[in-house]
């Protein structure tokens, strides 16, 4: 019996310091786990704190550039110089890509009220070609200022006259009726024949 009672007594001291140790492991474990799970947290909070502003910055650059628009000045305009062979070309087709290149639409800087065009000449002007019965309908007017000084001219008669006029006319209808559309118009340069004295400004050639 006493060998029995000793026996069992061992066995409850040796349960007692085991579950003494794991309840030390268990004190040591817990508050490294509690400390990792902080960890993990802080680090998680960062990285979205991180990715909240790099969506805000994004956002306010992407509003930024579709607000902004670049106007042209003066100084952006290189002023290129063209040139176009009128030799059988229609006379409004014509005067639309000359207006066009005039105003600077080509350009990506255009600015309405900036001059960002090029300069145009445009040879054989005396060649151009009118569609349908304009040559004889057409019609051209001025007027002297007195009483009955209504002068009319046909286009046929004043493509034979003066064909540079014929162009003029046309371009300027379709430039703006103020001091930038006069501007515009003075680099408008058209001649009758093949010559012309602005080699040296090498102009590029254009084609319809």
């Known amino acids: ?8 007594n061992l066995y409850d001291l040796l349960s ?3 579950n003494k140790e794991i309840q030390d492991r268990e004190v040591i474990l817990f508050p490294n786990a509690f400390a990792l ?13 991180i990715f909240i502003k790099i969506l805000f910055i994004y956002k306010q650059e992407c509003i930024s550039v579709k607000k902004y628009t670049y106007s042209a000045k003066q100084s952006d305009n290189r002023n290129k110089w063209c040139i176009i062979n009128a ?15 005039l105003r600077g639409k080509h350009n990506p800087l255009f600015t309405p009220h900036v001059d960002v065009g090029d300069s145009v000449v445009v040879i054989n002007a005396d060649k ?8 004889e309908k057409k019609c051209y007017y001025r007027h002297s200022g007195y009483m009955g000084g209504l002068k009319t001219i046909t286009a046929r008669k004043l493509l034979e006259k003066r064909p540079e006029d014929l162009l003029r006319f046309a371009v300027k209808g379709m430039l703006p009726k103020n001091r ?3 501007k515009l118009f003075n680099k408008l340069k058209v001649y009758a024949g093949e010559k012309h004295p602005h080699e040296a400004q090498q102009p590029e050639i254009l084609t319809l």
Request: with cysteine; proline share 0%.
């Open 87 to 101: 030799n059988g070309a229609v006379l409004g087709r014509l005067a639309t890509l000359i207006a066009s290149r």
């Open 16 to 18: 007692q310091g085991k």
């Open 128 to 135: 151009i070609a009118l569609t349908g019965k304009k040559l």
């Open 37 to 49: 799970i902080k960890i993990i947290v802080f680090f998680l909070t960062l990285i979205n704190k």
């Open 1 to 8: 019996m006493c060998i029995n009672s000793l026996q069992t």
């Open 180 to 182: 930038l559309g006069n």
